[in-house]
C-alpha cells in the first residue's frame, strides 16, 4: 500500500534541474536507501518528501491520515535546550501543554505553594482535555528506549547522542514514514550497530540516505538513484543494486557512442558539397537539428575522481613504538598502559566509541601531544601525511582554487609539474567552482578538496582521521583502491566497517575498561576475536606482551562445580554461535535475500542481531570465569 508518491515532480536550482520529471512511490513498511553522487539531489529529494522543500511542478501526495518525520543531516539547535525541550519541539500541537505541564511540576517538586499546586492542576487539566497524557507517556517511553537523560543539555552531548535526540525528536509524533539523512554520521560503531537493530523494529515506512555501505546492506529493502536529475527505484538489496546498475551504465555507454556515431555521419551529410545540399532532404536536416539538440541536452554522468598517492623514499623499520605511556590534557589520562608497536608497512584501522580517545591517540603518536608517562620513539625518515577530521588544513575564506596553489597555478604532484586547475579537475571540481570560497562547498567537496590537497605530497606515513565521512559510495571505492595499493605506512580512524574490511590487516581498538587492545586483521576478523578484558596487555622488561594480571599474580577464587561445567561448555558453545552467525550473513547477503516477504526478512536480521550480542556475551562470560582459573 503506497504511503507516499511523487508525480512528475521537477525541480530546478537556477538553470540546473536537480529533479526532472520524477516518479516515486513508497509503500507501507518497506525500508528505501536513497544513493547517488555527492551534490545530484540526494538530501533535496527528502525535503520535497517530507514537504520541506516547495517543488516547480507535479504534485506530491501522502496518504489522507499519515505523517512524515524527517532526521535531517544537519541539525541546529541551542546547546541551551533540554533534551526533553528538543523532543517536545517534535508534536507543536501538544508542546505548549506539555511545556507548561513540566514547568508546573519542577516548581511544586521546588516549592508546594499554593499557587503553584493550582498551576499545576491547571496544566493537567489542560492535558487531559486534549489528549496530551498519551504523548507524555509516550515521551517517557521514547526517550527510555533511547536511554536519553530528559534533563541533559544539547550542549554537554557528544554529537552520536545529540543525533538520538534528534530521533526521538522525529519518532515523537509516531510517522507512517520516517526520512533519515546520513543518520550514521558522528556515530560510533556501536551506536551504528544499535541504529540499525532499532530500525529494523520500527513498523513505518523508512527513506534514508546513507554512504555506510554496511548499514545499507542490512537496512535496504529497496534502493533509490539520484542521478543528473532523474530518480530511479530498484526493487533489490544494496549489492545486487549496486552490479544491476553497472550492467545499466554499460548499456547507456553503448547507447551513446552508437548515437554520437551517427550523428558524426549526419554532420558529415550535412557538409557535403554543393550539389548535395541542394538536393538534400529537408526532413533529414530537421531530424539532424533535433539530434544535435538532444545531444546539447545530455547531462553527462559524473566521472571518477582520480585518486593517487605517490610514496617517498622508505622509512625506517620501526615507524612508532610506545611503551607504558599515558596520555591526557591538563595532567588527566585519557589513555593509560599504551604499549603499540608500528612497523613499516602496517595497515592500522583504529577503532572505539565515541570520545574513547582515538584522536588523542593519533596526535600522541604524531608528536602533537606529549605522553605524561612512558616514552614513545618515533621512527627516522618519517614523511607524513595527516588527515585531520576538522578539515583544519583547508582555509574556508580562500577559494578552492587557491586552497590548492597557494596563490600560484602550478604545483608538483609525484615529480612533475601541474596546473591546478587540471588536478582541480581529476578530483571532479568543474571550472565553475574554483573561484567558489571553500565554506560554500558540502561536506563531502571539502574531503574531497582535502583528499586534493594532502595527496599531492609524497608520504610514506598517512595517517587519516574519519577520511570517508560524507563521501559518496564511488569516491569512497576509489579512495579504497588507491590505499590499499599504497607501499607505505596506514594508521586510519573509521567508523565505516565496509571501509575497514577492505583496507587494514590490524586494529586497534579502544575501550574504557580494555584501554588500547592490538589484533590482527580487518574490522571483521577483530569482532570474532574480540573478547572484552579488564586489564590491558603491556609489554614486559623483555619486550614480550604480558597482561597486568600475569605479572601481579592476583588470588584466584576457585570456580564452583556448575561454573567449571559452564567453562568447559563455553568454546563449544562459542563455536556454535560463530558458525551460527556465518550462515545467518551468508543468508542475508545472498541474492534476493531483501525480495522474501518483510516479515521473514526482519525476523532474520533480528536473529542474527541476537546471535552476534549472545556471542559478546557468551566471550565475555569465558573471560570472567578464565580470570578466576588457576594455573
Not at 499545576?120 to 497524557?133: D, H, M, N, R, V
Not at 544535435?292 to 623514499?313: N, P, W
Not at 554461535?577 to 550473513?585: N, Q, S, T, V, W
Not at 526482519?602 to 588457576?630: F, H, I, N, V
Request: proline share 3%.
Amino acid at each position: 500500500m503506497p504511503v507516499l508518491r511523487l508525480d512528475d515532480v521537477s525541480l530546478a536550482f537556477g538553470a540546473r534541474a536537480i529533479l526532472d520529471t520524477v516518479n516515486l512511490t513508497i509503500d507501507a513498511g518497506e525500508r528505501v536507501c536513497v544513493v547517488g553522487r555527492n551534490g545530484e539531489g540526494k538530501s533535496t529529494l527528502l525535503k520535497v518528501i517530507a514537504a520541506l522543500q516547495d517543488i516547480d511542478d507535479g504534485e506530491r501526495w501522502l496518504r489522507p491520515g499519515h505523517r512524515v518525520a524527517m532526521l535531517e543531516q544537519d541539525t541546529e539547535a541551542d546547546p541551551a535546550t533540554s533534551v526533553r525541550e528538543h523532543v517536545l519541539a517534535g508534536i507543536a500541537e501538544h508542546a505548549p501543554r506539555l511545556a507548561a505541564y513540566y514547568t508546573a511540576l519542577e516548581s511544586v517538586a521546588q516549592d508546594a505553594t499554593t499557587a503553584n499546586l493550582a498551576a499545576l492542576a491547571a496544566a493537567e487539566q489542560a492535558l487531559e482535555g486534549s489528549g496530551g497524557w498519551a504523548i507524555e507517556q509516550r515521551i517517557a517511553e521514547l526517550l527510555g528506549k533511547l536511554d536519553l537523560d530528559p534533563s541533559a543539555r544539547l550542549g554537554s552531548l557528544s554529537g552520536g547522542w545529540r543525533r538520538r535526540a534528534s530521533l526521538a525528536k522525529a519518532l515523537v509524533n509516531e510517522p507512517d514514514l520516517l526520512l533519515l539523512d546520513e543518520p550514521t554520521n558522528h556515530l560510533d560503531i556501536d551506536a551504528i550497530t544499535w541504529l540499525e537493530g532499532f530500525m529494523l523494529e520500527f513498523t513505518g515506512a523508512l527513506a534514508f540516505v546513507s554512504h555506510d555501505r554496511a548499514f545499507s546492506r542490512r537496512l535496504a529493502t529497496a534502493m533509490v538513484d539520484v542521478d543528473r536529475g532523474q530518480v530511479t527505484r530498484w526493487d533489490c538489496g544494496f549489492d545486487e543494486f549496486l552490479r544491476r546498475r553497472a550492467a545499466a551504465y554499460e548499456i547507456e555507454d553503448r547507447a551513446a557512442a552508437e548515437f554520437d556515431k551517427r550523428l558524426s555521419k549526419e554532420e558529415a551529410w550535412i557538409r557535403q558539397g554543393i550539389k548535395a545540399r541542394r538536393t538534400r532532404n529537408e526532413g533529414r536536416v530537421r531530424e539532424l537539428e533535433a539530434m544535435r539538440e538532444q545531444h546539447r541536452q545530455r547531462r553527462q554522468r559524473l566521472g571518477r575522481a582520480q585518486l593517487q598517492l605517490a610514496t617517498s623514499d622508505l622509512s625506517g623499520k620501526i615507524v612508532f613504538d610506545a611503551m607504558d605511556v599515558a596520555v591526557g590534557y591538563n595532567g588527566e589520562p585519557i589513555l593509560s598502559d599504551i604499549n603499540l608497536r608500528v612497523l613499516r608497512g602496517d595497515r592500522i584501522g583504529v577503532v572505539g566509541g565515541n570520545g574513547s580517545g582515538k584522536s588523542t591517540l593519533l596526535k600522541l603518536l604524531l608528536g602533537e601531544l606529549k605522553p605524561l608517562s612512558g616514552q614513545v620513539v618515533r621512527g627516522t625518515r618519517l614523511d607524513t601525511v595527516y588527515f585531520d577530521q576538522r578539515r583544519e588544513q583547508l582555509d574556508l575564506s580562500k577559494s578552492v582554487f587557491a586552497n590548492i596553489g597557494d596563490d600560484t597555478d602550478y604545483i608538483e604532484v609525484m615529480g612533475r609539474k601541474r596546473h591546478v586547475a587540471g588536478y582541480l579537475r581529476q578530483f571532479l571540481f568543474p571550472p565553475e567552482r574554483f573561484g567558489s570560497p571553500v565554506a560554500t562547498l558540502s561536506g563531502g567537496e571539502r574531503n574531497r578538496l582535502l583528499l586534493a590537497k594532502l595527496l599531492a605530497r609524497p608520504a610514506n606515513l598517512l595517517v587519516l582521521d574519519e577520511p570517508t565521512n560524507d563521501l559518496d559510495v564511488e569516491t569512497l571505492e576509489l579512495l579504497e583502491e588507491m590505499l590499499v595499493q599504497y607501499a607505505g605506512t596506514l594508521l586510519v580512524v573509521s567508523h565505516d566497517r565496509a571501509f575497514l574490511d577492505n583496507v587494514v590487516t590490524g586494529i586497534v581498538h579502544i575501550s574504557t575498561t580494555a584501554g588500547v587492545q592490538e589484533y590482527v586483521g580487518n574490522y571483521t576478523d577483530f569482532r570474532r576475536q574480540y573478547r572484552p578484558r579488564s586489564n590491558a596487555a603491556r609489554r614486559g622488561a623483555d619486550g614480550v606482551d604480558k597482561s597486568a594480571a600475569e605479572r601481579t599474580q592476583p588470588a584466584r577464587t576457585k570456580l564452583s562445580y556448575k561454573e567449571q561445567r559452564e567453562f568447559d561448555a563455553l568454546p563449544t558453545r562459542i563455536a556454535d554461535l560463530e558458525a551460527a552467525i556465518e550462515a545467518l550473513r551468508a543468508e542475508t547477503e545472498a541474492q534476493g535475500f531483501y525480495q522474501r516477504p518483510h516479515d521473514e526478512v526482519s525476523e532474520r536480521l533480528a536473529t542474527l542481531s541476537a546471535t552476534m550480542a549472545e556471542l559478546d556475551g557468551a566471550y565475555e562470560r569465558w573471560d570472567e570465569l578464565d580470570s578466576r582459573t588457576p594455573g
